[in-house]
């Protein structure tokens, strides 16, 4: 029997100090080389060009510091979505976010979870739904299994092993509507498709919310965002329009 599995993790900056340690020491030399213009005279002057540069590395920094939510060497699972078929999504999370075991415990949770929905002689049969999984969910997740030495539940590793077009085992929204280089956002698609975009949360904010103690809020953005990616996949694959079909040539009753 073939099974499909929606899925969608948000991910936050690395919380192993040594990252933003590594970065801080490239921005220490960065900011021994800065000097003013030969041109600057007053003291003042110079204090205060040097002084804007040294923010503006300090700026570079955080903004590489946030850019490791996309890196799975570096990054961190926050939070992992996932729903069955047509069930309500569930979500994977905690709020010890920042201690060195919780990615072990919510990818344990969820490979528990996937084995009491998908049994053994279906693990090679599900396919996974998402939108742009194929090239960061499912390559993240494994990126992380492997950082924290957590093996991959079978569906997960198939479908890591998968290409971008093989859509018996991976159905990537975006790849299917926007191809292998294209892009295009699950917002922008769902507006397109006249289906319900995203709230106020986007992923540019999920390391903000989840710092200041509201991970529980990112947690319900990403079931929302299960169901959208379900919502586009059902559209995409004229699931609706044939449920419909079978309702309109259906025999009246006498």
């Not at 018996?168 to 498709?193: E, F, H, N, P």
């Not at 947690?219 to 995409?236: E, F, I, L, N, P």
Request: with cysteine; glycine share 6%.
């Amino acid at each position: 029997m073939q099974r499909t599995l929606y899925l969608d993790i948000e991910t936050i900056p690395g919380q192993d100090p040594a990252v933003m340690d590594a970065l801080r020491a490239d921005a220490a030399i960065d900011k021994a080389a800065v000097k003013a213009p030969s041109n600057y005279k007053d003291e003042a002057k110079i204090a205060e060009f040097i002084a804007a540069k040294h923010a503006e590395i300090d700026a570079e920094v955080d903004a590489k510091w946030r850019k490791t939510s996309f890196d799975g060497a570096y990054g961190q699972l926050a939070v992992i979505g996932a729903a069955m078929e047509s069930g309500e999504p569930v979500t994977f999370w905690g709020d010890a976010w920042n201690q060195p075991v919780y990615e072990s415990q919510i990818l344990g949770n969820f490979a528990a979870w996937l084995d009491s929905q998908i049994a053994r002689n279906e693990a090679l049969t599900t396919i996974i739904v998402g939108h742009y999984v194929s090239d960061f969910d499912l390559r993240f997740i494994r990126q992380r299994c492997i950082m924290v030495g957590v093996r991959p539940h079978a569906v997960i590793a198939r479908a890591c092993e998968a290409k971008p077009w093989e859509t018996d085992k991976v159905y990537d929204t975006m790849v299917q509507w926007a191809g292998v280089k294209g892009s295009i956002g699950l917002d922008r698609l769902c507006r397109a498709m006249g289906l319900p975009g995203k709230g106020d949360i986007d992923g540019s904010k999920v390391w903000d919310y989840v710092r200041d103690g509201r991970i529980a809020e990112v947690a319900a953005y990403c079931a929302d965002d299960v169901k959208r990616a379900r919502a586009v996949h059902r559209r995409m694959t004229f699931a609706d329009i044939a449920i419909n079909a079978a309702r309109d040539t259906a025999p009246m009753a006498a």
